[in-house]
Structure formats: C-alpha cells, structure tokens
C-alpha cells in the first residue's frame, strides 16, 4: 500500500488553476512534515512547497510563490497544494512527500530537500499548455 496518494494532475491552459490533493495512509501525518516536489523531463526533482506538521509555517520555491499555495486538513489527513496563475513551466510530475519531525524540532520546523523525505506518493501528471 502506497504511503501517500496523489490525485488532482491534469492538463490545463496557461493562466489556468489545478489543485492537487494528498492523502497519508497508515501513522502517517499529525507529526509530519508534508510537501510536494516536481520534476520536468531531464530534471532534477525540485521543491515546490513545504508546510510543517502544525500548518502554521510554509515555504514555497521561489518560481511558485505568490501563485501556489500548500495547505492541510488533519481530519482528513490529506495535503493540498492550489495551483492558480500556471504557467507551462508548471509542467512535471508533482510528487508528495513525507517526513516525521522529531519532537526536539517543535511543530513549526519543516524540510525542504529531496533527500530529507523518505515517504513518497507515485506522482500525479500536470500540464500546462494551450
């Protein structure tokens, strides 16, 4: 069983929305920080977005700020990222992750690089293009 499900890639026009959806199986969640990363054909996988295990602190990639926004729900134990304003640049596979948070960090901290996650969903596609 896949730890994280991503749902919600598709095509969309440049200028358009698309919101993708997370959900953590199993203890997954309340102690974790989530995120969601993205990688282009012949690319290094990148960060898009990182919100912490409280949902009080977030960081966003600089390429996606002020157009996308990462947010969770613990009842449903599912992260969200709203794409607006796309872009085809936006295009890749988007990827959720997960990272347990030691207590010793607090509820605020989050991480942000490819290999400080060790759970990862199967990605979901998006693209962006007219």
């Known amino acids: 069983q896949e730890p994280l499900v991503e749902s919600g890639g598709g095509l969309a026009q440049p200028g358009g929305s698309l919101r993708l959806s997370c959900v953590a199986k199993?203890?997954?969640?309340?102690?974790?920080?989530m995120a969601w990363f993205r990688q282009a054909p012949g690319k290094e996988r990148e960060s898009v977005a990182t919100?912490?295990?409280?949902?009080?602190?977030?960081y966003y990639a600089n390429s996606v700020k002020g157009r996308f926004t990462i947010s969770k729900d613990n009842a449903k134990r599912t992260v969200y990222l709203q794409m607006n304003s796309l872009k085809p640049e936006d295009t890749a596979v988007y990827y959720c992750?997960?990272?347990?948070?030691?207590?010793?960090?607090?509820?605020?901290?989050?991480?942000?690089?490819?290999?400080?996650?060790?759970?990862w969903g199967q990605g979901t596609q998006v693209t962006v293009s007219t």
């Open positions: 992750a997960a990272r347990q948070v030691l207590p010793y960090y607090g509820v605020n901290f989050y991480y942000t690089k490819v290999d400080e996650y060790n759970y």
């Open positions: 199993g203890d997954i969640f309340s102690t974790y920080t």
């Open positions: 919100i912490s295990s409280s949902g009080s602190s977030t």
